[in-house]
């Protein structure tokens, strides 16, 4: 590498790392793990460095390159099969399909703003997300926090369009059972 691409590159690291951890780190939700995606992605663009044309802005061509490594991370975490029996939608409803009455889902009170802007709200969330199955929960986040399509998704977890929505209405249904027994909120 050249002396001026290393200036170069020295000057994004300085404009761009915390912006991309930020980013890295809401979409994984571990530091550490958005660190090593951070360093990985400048560690990318240094080896590519010849292959940036500017027809595009730096920043954006970064922010490219980490969104392929934080899909390339949940690709390869969901590589191991899940039972989908571990969890069962014999949990909340009976036989007739209807919901149970311990299980029913509770109104959530909004008065106070969005959910997503209460940071206890949020907490318990990501810890919810965090207690799922591997597949469930990278289901969940690339839908949800990374806004995939479902076919895209089943393609980049290698599962078909049923299993899917099998995962995500599993999830979906742990989730909010998940957040109602651990989200105090003031009714």
């Keep these: 590498m050249e002396a001026s691409e290393s200036k170069v590159l020295s000057q994004w690291v300085e404009q761009f ?6 980013w890295a780190n809401h979409k994984v939700s571990d530091a550490q793990l958005a660190q090593d995606l951070v360093q990985d992605t400048f560690l990318a663009a240094s080896e590519k ?15 490219s ?3 392929f ?23 909340f409803f009976n036989n007739d399909g209807d919901w149970l009455l311990n299980k029913r889902p509770t109104s959530w009170n909004e008065d106070e703003g969005h959910l997503l802007d209460n940071e206890e709200f949020n907490l318990i969330l990501k810890s919810c997300i965090d207690a799922l199955p591997e597949k469930w929960a990278a289901g969940i986040k690339l839908k949800y926090l990374i806004n995939k399509k479902g076919d895209e998704i089943c393609q980049e977890l290698g599962i078909t369009p049923t299993n899917f ?3 995500m209405h599993r999830a979906k249904l742990q989730l909010r059972d998940c957040v109602e027994k651990n989200w105090k909120r003031e009714n």
């Design 69 to 91: 490594k934080i899909i390339d991370y949940y690709r390869a975490k969901v590589r191991q099969p899940v039972s989908m029996s571990s969890l069962s939608t014999s949990t």
């Design 165 to 167: 929505w099998q995962i």
């Design 65 to 67: 390159i980490l969104n």
């Design 17 to 22: 790392a915390e912006p991309m951890f930020s």
């Design 49 to 63: 460095f010849s292959t940036f044309e500017g027809k595009s802005s730096p920043k954006t061509w970064l922010f």
